[in-house]
């Protein structure tokens, strides 16, 4: 609502102003008096239309009305609940780190044997996947089986952007969709790409050099020293902690996909953990999907119920006006015509 100003505490702060501990409780106050009034429309619409329906045109109208509402109701709430519980379930799973390994990383510089990946990737995914750079786990020498030479980028040949062509803004290829709808323009900022086809996004993929060159710094080879000492092998994930905290623009240009990671197999991919580019995006699923499930879906049963009530309670009201016709003797209109 309006009188949670974030913003205006975040410019109070930048002007160096004392900001004092929020009264949470008048935030939940004034959250849920503005929820409640939203929600006066809705709940007049469910129970004077039933009313409106049986008073003007009779209980066949209203048998119809009623028939309607519920049919259209169970399918929404079924709809709601599945498709909340998926968005739901999409973001756990990428906090577990399962798309690890499955979104190809663009660097512009060959093809994308779009098969060839896949099948990797189903066989070799998740946090376990991904190397530690400076631990030796992964060979670089060796070609990544995701790569076939010759092809100058991940794109497949089509009509609209040749193979090759090079988007200002956007690098080397497009999706094979850009190809089937050439009006279809991607939005620049998003950076990742779906399994087996790259997404285009602003400067992603944009060749920064894959490189081992700050696992050989003092402070990186004395956190790896830890580590073996206690005889255990760092994880990814304890990787990206050291990152945060001794080389933050680094740690941010994986999150955003700008630096990808190294599958133990030898294919470069984006790194779709939590807290990166992807995992946002299933944020924003969640976002929605959440209320979805809980809330919005569940309330049709509410709903359903609270109009096959009323027309059960004001039954015989309906039936009180010109014999269940309604004012309008809609219910008798074909005795009236014919």
């Not at 080879?221 to 255990?232: I, P, R, S, V």
């Amino acid at each position: 609502t309006a009188s949670m100003t974030f913003e205006e505490r975040a410019e109070m702060r930048a002007k160096g102003q004392e900001l004092v501990k929020p009264d949470y409780d008048k935030c939940i106050a004034i959250a849920t008096n503005a929820s409640l009034k939203e929600m006066i429309p809705p709940a007049m619409l469910v129970i004077i239309t039933p009313i409106l329906v049986g008073s003007l045109f009779g209980v066949e109208a209203t048998v119809g009305f009623l028939a309607g509402a519920l049919a259209s109701s169970v399918q929404l709430a079924i709809s709601m609940s599945n498709t909340g519980g998926a968005w739901d379930n999409s973001k756990k799973y990428t906090e577990k780190g399962e798309l690890n390994g499955w979104f190809a990383f663009n660097d512009g510089t060959g093809g994308l044997d779009i098969k060839a990946f896949n099948d990797a990737a189903s066989r070799n995914y998740g946090d376990s996947a991904l190397v530690v750079p400076g631990t030796g786990a992964a060979s670089r020498s060796a070609a990544p089986a995701s790569r076939s030479a010759p092809t100058p980028v991940n794109a497949p040949q089509n009509m609209y952007y040749p193979q090759g062509q090079y988007m200002p803004g956007f690098g080397y290829g497009v999706p094979a969709a850009m190809g089937a709808y050439p009006m279809t323009m991607p939005q620049q900022g998003f950076a990742g790409s779906y399994p087996g086809v790259m997404v285009a996004g602003g400067n992603f993929g944009n060749e920064k050099p894959i490189d081992d060159e700050h696992t050989k710094t003092p402070e990186f080879q004395k956190w790896l020293g830890e580590f073996k000492a206690a005889g255990k092998a760092p994880k990814y994930k304890d990787y990206l902690g050291y990152l945060a905290e001794n080389d933050p623009a680094r740690y941010v240009d994986i999150m955003q996909g700008d630096i990808p990671a190294e599958t133990t197999d030898g294919r470069f991919v984006v790194y779709a953990g939590k807290k990166s580019a992807i995992h946002s995006a299933t944020v924003v699923g969640d976002t929605v999907g959440d209320p979805l499930k809980d809330t919005s879906g569940p309330a049709l049963n509410i709903v359903m119920k609270l109009m096959a009530i009323i027309c059960v309670v004001f039954a015989d009201f309906f039936m009180s006006i010109n014999g269940g016709n309604g004012a309008s003797f809609s219910g008798d209109i074909l005795n009236r015509l014919f």
